[in-house]
């Protein structure tokens, strides 16, 4: 575990404990390795999730089966949920967020490894075809939280949604936009698109056609000219 120092004005981690390995901490009830490409921060903690599916390394090596699986002794469902841990008592809580197909999930860049409210998903449908997105609101009470969407259309697909922080970096957490890449199986068009994250149906503000096939994806970001020519050592 990488354990978070004090951090600047701008949100960098400043110290030497920023950049020290932690004791480790084994984890005996893990059997499987998980389906496990992803995990979460907050300000103090790395968090790592033990999931339902697992990786069947076997059956891989012996090319005699599919090469996930699912853990017997762990419920396998289909939802998204709030899992809160109390740190001093060991207690875990789940409140449901919804019933849907989602995955994918983003969030505002700015607030990572802070405290947030608001999460966006693509709507898996059919699995793994990405038809839609769903803005999810954390703090809402009821059995579904989500507080907007927007689908694509017929045989109208994307990839992951990500968000981009308006360029003022507005003063609410949703200011900012989804882009995603789509592809029209219809006409066999892709485009670009960009939407209004604030608006209650995720508007569409621009749709730019490409001039060539994009592949559907699993994972992206969003970098700004200014970040992409400081990796290049330019001004």
């Known amino acids: 575990m990488l354990q978070a120092s004090k951090q600047d004005e701008e949100g960098n981690l400043q110290g030497k404990s920023a950049f020290l390995k932690q004791p480790d901490v084994p984890i005996f009830s ?13 300000e103090k903690y790395a968090i790592f999730c033990d999931m339902q599916i697992v990786m069947e390394t076997l059956q891989m090596v012996l090319g005699s089966g599919f090469p996930f699986g699912t853990d017997a002794r762990k419920l396998v469902h289909c939802c998204v949920e709030m899992v809160r841990i109390d740190l001093r008592t060991g207690a875990v809580s789940r409140t449901p967020l919804s019933a849907g197909n989602l995955d994918f999930g983003v969030i505002n860049p700015c607030y990572l490894g802070r405290r947030n409210r608001y999460a966006y998903l693509g709507v898996g449908s059919p699995q793994p075809m990405v038809a839609g997105v769903m803005k999810l609101d954390m703090v809402k009470k009821g059995v579904d939280c989500v507080t907007a969407s927007r689908m694509y259309g017929p045989r109208r697909f994307g990839g992951e949604p990500i968000f981009v ?5 507005g003063e609410e957490e ?34 730019v056609s490409l001039p060539r096939r994009v592949p559907y994806g699993f994972h992206g970001l969003f970098i700004t000219a ?3 020519r400081a990796q290049k050592g330019k001004p």
Request: hydrophobic fraction near 35%; charge should be negative; avoid cysteine.
């Open 165 to 169: 922080p308006a360029p003022d970096e």
């Open 174 to 207: 949703d200011d900012g936009y989804l882009v995603t890449y789509l592809h029209d199986e219809n006409t066999g068009e892709s485009s670009f698109l960009v939407m209004d994250a604030r608006s209650p149906d995720l508007q569409v503000v621009a749709e």
């Open 226 to 228: 200014a970040e992409l």
């Open 30 to 42: 893990v059997r499987h390795p998980s389906y496990l490409h992803d995990f979460a921060i907050t």
